[in-house]
């Protein structure tokens, strides 16, 4: 039973560079999330897919983030001209679509920590 | 962003005492989760809580879903090393189609042998 995976679980950057990241969540999961996190927060919510339709994005994600799910498999998530406040751990999570409310428990991957210099 | 009150903030206990967490709102949720977070490392779920009142055991973990909806508590019993990490917890409204998770800010957890 594979979880979530993300790669790479680290990335090291310069200002004013793109980035990408992926996400391969649960197979069975349609539900796909992005999260940011950072040092002593918890997980701040960026965008959802159900599917390949993104459905919601957080005032969080500016105009220089951008992420898909072309296939309703796995995701990327795109910061175009990163800047040094970027750097943060950025989570992936999945989950399946339960119309009742229940078993919508979110599994998390390991995280893709960026740094941007 | 909004965010859960979660209490205490750090706990430094001895190997073998019982811990315990909370967490409140103001607001109403459906569904309460508790991860464990280990650094470098994305959070992992440990108890789902969906009905108000519902008691649930992980082992030694147990947590409830209190009965006004807006708070829940985590106890862990007889802690051990291992049990070292950052417990979170978050809230899910049904409302809507989002499930997005609403996240207390966490409670660090050490363990001394």
């Known amino acids: 039973d594979t979880g979530v995976s993300q790669d790479p679980r680290h990335k090291i950057t310069k200002r004013g560079q793109n980035v990408t990241f992926r996400c391969d969540p649960i197979?069975?999961?349609?539900?796909l999330y992005w999260y940011r996190q950072t040092l002593g927060q918890g997980p701040e919510f960026l965008t959802y897919f159900q599917n390949e339709a993104q459905l919601e994005k957080s005032r969080l994600l500016s105009d220089r983030f951008s992420a898909e799910r072309p296939k309703g498999s796995f995701s990327t998530l795109e910061i175009q001209r990163t800047e040094q406040g970027d750097s943060a751990m950025y989570l992936c999570?999945?989950?399946?679509?339960?119309?009742?409310?229940?078993?919508?428990?979110?599994?998390f991957g390991p995280g893709t920590r960026l740094t941007v210099l | 962003g909004q965010q859960l009150n979660q209490s205490p903030q750090s706990m430094f206990i001895q190997e073998g005492e019982d811990v315990s967490m909370n967490c409140t709102s103001s607001s109403i949720f459906n569904t309460w989760l508790w991860y464990k977070q280990e650094p470098g490392e994305g959070p992992v779920l440990l108890i789902a809580l969906y009905k108000a009142g519902e008691l649930t055991s992980n082992g030694r973990l147990t947590a409830q879903f209190g009965i006004t909806r807006k708070d829940s508590f985590l106890n862990i019993s007889a802690s051990i090393p291992s049990d070292v990490g950052i417990y979170f917890c978050a809230g899910q409204r049904n409302a809507g189609n989002n499930r997005k998770l609403i996240w207390g800010l966490g409670t660090s957890l050490a363990v001394n042998p």
């Open positions: 999570a999945s989950s399946r679509n339960i119309a009742s409310g229940f078993y919508n428990e979110q599994f």
């Open positions: 197979s069975e999961h349609n539900r």
